[in-house]
RNA sequence: CGGGGUGUAGCGCAGUCCGGUUAGCGCAUCUGCUUUGGGAGCAGAGGGCCGCAGGUUCGAAUCCUGUCACCCCGACCA
């Protein structure tokens, strides 16, 4: 095990503490100087690029084009859809001046109580407000639409605890707010658009997720429907890792966002709204890691595969650079993200740990033996294996590494994630499993939200989604044995 | 906002109960030598308003009062 997560906390031992300690060892995010709010250092960042890519591309593919709407909303904004102001009201950071002044007592500065804001400003907990006040502006006639606007942005929530990634008070996401001309457009736009997100968990994270409908108790405050993904972490708990709103008219009727139809009659707008965030990164993380560190899906990975050299003195350290270079660019060449380590004051063992921490997929060393044999030390990240393998035929080895290493950790967490979803049929049963096994927990419910709440109070388990593919089911609701046509699926969750 | 805890070197901590040499240890850093196929060894060096402000005392990291900050557990939540 690593150094320097061998003094901490196992897995097994303390979850939290466990992914907070590889979060930080690992050089993704540390907390930051102002409360709740988290620092993400390069090697974190890169990876996020690396999403913030491959999801980009997905939108426009999708023919979504990128805008920016302000960071400020205006308080009155946020009263005007009612379910919308109670679900966010009690976390928002508020602006309430504009200017500071030199303090009476000469002793730093204080806030000028001159230069109070006429009408209060709200730091964005999310843009559904400012951008349909936006739209209001852009949308006449049934020629104007759909608009199908993206924006990556960052959004402020005032949240009591924090935890790196998973929840800070100020985090990065993106936004997808699109107005359509009927309810059916914009139905499909929402399920296309948790589609999408499925799609990217997939491939890209390795991540396999459940796809469903919230319950209403779980419903985005101003949403007639919201469509998610359900990721299972390692611990057992469930997280929610991306949503997709279906919104009615709720938001055009607020902002009064009308267009004429070719009827020549007007119309309410029907419109959707659709995010991720940095909370991805907690999910790639915590859905893959061992004890040893970070394990990457290569398609993620800022750095593919690393090459270290082992050596004796300065004649072998030449030798076998010159040849690490040539292996190198050819990797390069076939499109790799490749980086030599060539560092003399630390040794080759410190470096093998270091990158396992760091989670590189594939780590090639090359020592004096190698360079004689022609071989060269191949060690893949997910499953530690090692082999010392012919450098002839070396790049489509590697590349094809790739894809298996990719494949293998998404069937690794499939396996685990199916194996944790459990049937039952009695409340006993329910508790039971929470408690002794935890994960998705399939099991009948009346439909209610008051069911729903008493279950949440009683065993802290809410509902995770009603899958896409739930398969219709007579039984009786676990709690209340009333009757329901299909099961449901709960679980603990972040 | 309730309950608990912690502030001592860049990081992690001991010392505080019971006041008393020059405030100590590990990691990291720097220098030198030896090492190098899984987190190197030895020798030496640098680095501190002991969270902050008062008070008690001949003397305070230690006792008292106040204050600030952070962490953990709840309620809230992507």
């Known amino acids: 095990m690593a150094k320097e997560l061998k003094h901490v906390v196992a897995m097994d031992d303390n979850?939290?503490?466990?992914?907070?300690?590889?979060?930080?060892?690992?050089?993704?995010?540390?907390?930051?100087?102002?409360?709740?709010?988290?620092?993400?250092?390069?090697?974190?960042?890169?990876?996020?690029?690396?999403?913030?890519?491959a999801l980009d591309q997905m939108f426009k593919d999708t023919g979504h084009e990128n805008a920016y709407f302000?960071?400020?909303?205006?308080?009155?904004?946020?009263?005007?859809?009612?379910?919308?102001?109670?679900?966010?009201?009690?976390?928002?950071?508020?602006?309430?001046?504009?200017?500071?002044?030199?303090?009476?007592?000469?002793?730093?500065?204080?806030?000028?109580?001159?230069?109070?804001?006429?009408?209060?400003?709200?730091?964005?907990?999310?843009?559904?407000?400012i951008i349909w006040n936006t739209y209001k502006n852009w949308i006449h006639s049934y020629r104007d639409l759909p608009i199908l606007c993206n924006q990556w942005a960052n959004v402020v929530r005032w949240e009591m605890r924090t935890r790196l990634f998973l929840r800070t008070a100020e985090f990065l996401w993106q936004e997808g707010h699109t107005a359509h001309a009927t309810r059916e457009e914009a139905v499909a736009e929402a399920e296309k658009m948790i589609g999408v997100y499925e799609k990217f968990a997939t491939e890209w994270m390795a991540?396999?997720?459940?796809?469903?409908?919230?319950?209403?108790?779980?419903?985005?405050?101003?949403?007639?429907?919201?469509?998610?993904?359900?990721?299972?972490?390692?611990?057992?708990k469930a997280l929610q890792s991306g949503t997709s709103h279906f919104l009615a008219q709720n938001f055009a009727k607020a902002f009064d966002v009308t267009f004429t139809n070719k009827e020549g009659k007007q119309e309410y707008v029907w419109a959707t709204s659709w995010g991720v965030s940095t909370r991805l990164m907690g999910a790639l993380i915590m859905a893959h890691s061992d004890n040893n560190g970070l394990v990457l899906p290569p398609k993620l990975a800022p750095i593919q595969v690393v090459l270290i050299p082992i050596y004796?003195?300065?004649?072998?350290?030449?030798?076998?650079?010159?040849?690490?270079?040539?292996?190198?660019?050819?990797?390069?060449?076939?499109?790799?993200?490749?980086?030599?380590?060539?560092?003399?004051?630390?040794?080759?063992?410190?470096?093998?740990?270091?990158?396992?921490?760091?989670?590189?997929?594939?780590?090639?060393?090359?020592?004096?033996?190698?360079?004689?044999?022609?071989?060269?030390?191949?060690?893949?990240?997910?499953?530690?294996?090692?082999?010392?393998?012919?450098?002839?035929?070396?790049?489509?080895?590697?590349?094809?590494?790739?894809?298996?290493?990719?494949?293998?950790?998404?069937?690794?967490?499939?396996?685990?994630?199916?194996?944790?979803?459990?049937?039952?049929?009695?409340?006993?049963?329910f508790k039971k499993v929470l408690k002794e096994k935890g994960g998705f927990i399939s099991a009948h419910w009346d439909g209610t939200v008051e069911t729903e709440e008493r279950i949440k109070e009683e065993t802290k388990a809410t509902i995770r989604c009603i899958p896409l593919d739930v398969e219709p089911e007579e039984g009786k609701c676990i709690l209340t044995g009333k009757p329901s046509h299909h099961r449901v699926l709960f679980a603990i969750a972040y």
């Not at 590889?22 to 690029?49: D, F, H, Q, T």
């Not at 204080?110 to 709200?122: F, G, N, Q, R, S």
């Not at 003399?344 to 090639?364: H, I, M, Q, T």
Request: charged letters at 30%.
């Open 15 to 53: 979850y939290s503490q466990w992914y907070n300690n590889l979060v930080v060892k690992a050089g993704l995010a540390e907390n930051s100087a102002v409360r709740g709010c988290m620092v993400i250092k390069p090697y974190g960042y890169a990876i996020w690029e690396k999403m913030q890519r």
């Open 70 to 129: 302000p960071l400020f909303i205006p308080k009155s904004f946020f009263s005007k859809e009612a379910n919308h102001v109670e679900g966010f009201a009690k976390e928002c950071a508020v602006v309430t001046h504009y200017r500071l002044k030199n303090a009476d007592n000469g002793q730093g500065v204080v806030v000028d109580p001159d230069a109070k804001l006429e009408e209060e400003l709200i730091v964005r907990p999310t843009s559904e407000t």
């Open 207 to 236: 991540l396999p997720v459940i796809v469903g409908h919230k319950s209403e108790n779980e419903r985005f405050a101003g949403a007639e429907d919201t469509l998610t993904i359900e990721a299972l972490m390692q611990d057992g």
């Open 312 to 429: 004796k003195g300065e004649e072998e350290l030449s030798a076998i650079t010159s040849k690490l270079d040539e292996i190198a660019a050819q990797l390069r060449a076939a499109g790799l993200s490749v980086k030599i380590d060539d560092r003399d004051n630390v040794r080759s063992g410190f470096k093998f740990a270091e990158y396992e921490l760091k989670g590189v997929p594939v780590r090639l060393a090359m020592g004096p033996r190698d360079v004689q044999n022609g071989t060269i030390e191949l060690v893949r990240r997910d499953t530690l294996e090692k082999e010392n393998v012919p450098q002839e035929g070396l790049v489509a080895r590697v590349s094809a590494l790739m894809d298996d290493i990719q494949s293998n950790i998404y069937k690794k967490a499939l396996d685990y994630r199916n194996s944790m979803i459990t049937k039952v049929d009695t409340y006993d049963e």
